[in-house]
């Protein structure tokens, strides 16, 4: 992924960095007698994977909870359900379900999950995590009745009688959430553990993680853990983290800053919600929905808010992760961002637009003019088969446009906002790349470029990472077979042999002989 250097026969590591590439020759010149050597026998070595936008820490929550990721009906969900209320928690805890998907096409109710667990209480997320459903005994304990009010930036839903059907939207979702369990700092500790051990074994040396608690004290124990393992030499891949936008101000009386910390734990900024999904009908669009006429969906913020949250965090040296997924969001960051660049002296924190899913040629143009990095998630290309139902046949052509982003100049890089998509990056290169609407593929060096050089570039690390080249970290990920050199359909079933993390093997295959 080097443009001076494409491909190259040998490489040599000393300590934590790359030393040398090149052809056979020259590199076998450098082997001395206490030199380890590796013969890859023709497979292929790119830089290290990195997932530019991450949940890592709640994935690693996430495993202990339903996966509901295959379920295709409300049953099948119901007796799973029914199935945890014999273990010693107190909470039943799920996510992945998608109405789309079921046999009933219908949002799940309180009702259904009444049936399951008429005792346990019940919270079961949307896969796109900004929708959830709770049963009744839930929403008792967060005191949510005919009588609550919808909390700002969140929508309870209710039946014709206004009594709450268990659907809660957006913020609402906290209300369900902060009076649920919550776990230890060993509990988040073992999560980031076994989250970085599943980063590994797809690839990946390094994160860009967003701290996800819903309230200071979950997050903070989120930090505490990562920095736990990291003073400990426990943690095995280098993280680059994103604090939600409500600890902005601790961040500023602590001084923290874009670039705060070391290679393996780097601050970047802050995550803001400008909207919500597709999928949940809560992302901010222009036009309504195409298959819900009164609906444009909901921001979180007005103009005016967003403007001074965003010029705030601009003064502060603070990157801005802001969540955009529909044209009308979209429009309000990167309005509330040039406000920002006007207001405040010229600073280069190359602020990103996370999801940038549905654009026009204006704001493509805009985020070019503007700098802003998009940050994309291209498997949400396979989850989102509906989107021509959802958004009509002509703002299909610029939803996911990442060939119209990239020609017009826009630095584009990939994550999979894991576990609301499986975090595998040749998910994402494969979905990028074989798409049913060509116009808007892109080629496998671009795709992974969106996973390593572009990714690099995010995070201000351009002359440390994303590149396998000397000087920069010995992070590589050896694969079975070159994504360039396969038919499209098959390279999310490259195998990852070897993920080297500063100098080290940090996780081998079984297999590998």
Known sequence: MDPANPSAEAIALAGEQIVAVGKNEEISSLIGPRTETTDLRGRTVLPGFIDCHIHAIWYGLSLKNIELRHVRSIEEMKKLVSERTSDKNDWILGRGWDQERFV?????????????????????ERVCGHLAVANSVALEKAG???????????????????????????????????IGPVPSLHDFEDA???????????GLTTVHCIATGIESSSSDLELRALLNLKAEGRLPLRFYVFIPIGQMKTAKELGLRNGFGDQWVRF??????????????????EAPYSDDPLNRGMTIYTQEQLDEIVSEAHRSDLQIAAHAIGD??????????????????????????????????????????????ACVQPRFLLSDFWVVQRLGVARRKFTYPFASLLRAG??????????????????GIAAAVDRPDSEQAVSVEDAIAFYTRNAAYASFEENVKGIIAPGRYADLVVLEKDPRKVPTSEISEIRILITVVAGRIAYRAPALN
């Open 104 to 124: 009933e096409k219908r949002f799940p109710a309180k009702q259904d999950l009444d049936e399951a667990s008429p005792e346990k209480p019940v919270l079961l």
């Open 410 to 427: 826009v630095k584009v890089v990939g994550g999979s906002d894991c576990p609301v998509e499986p975090l595998d990056p040749l998910d």
């Open 268 to 285: 970047g900024g802050v995550k803001i919600f400008t909207d919500g999904s597709l999928g949940g009908r809560t992302a901010a669009l």
């Open 144 to 178: 949510i009745g005919p009588n609550t009010p919808d909390p700002a930036g969140g929508i309870i839903d209710r039946d014709a009688n206004g009594v709450p059907t268990g659907i809660l939207r957006e913020t609402a979702v906290s209300l369900v959430e902060k």
């Open 192 to 202: 980031t553990l076994d989250a970085c051990q599943r980063a590994l074994e797809a």
């Open 328 to 373: 009308r969001a979209i429009g309000m960051v990167l309005e509330a961002a040039s406000k920002a660049r006007s207001w405040v002296a010229k600073k280069d924190l190359r602020h990103r637009i996370e999801h940038a899913s549905v654009l026009n040629p204006d704001l493509i143009r805009r985020c070019s003019e503007l700098g802003i990095i």
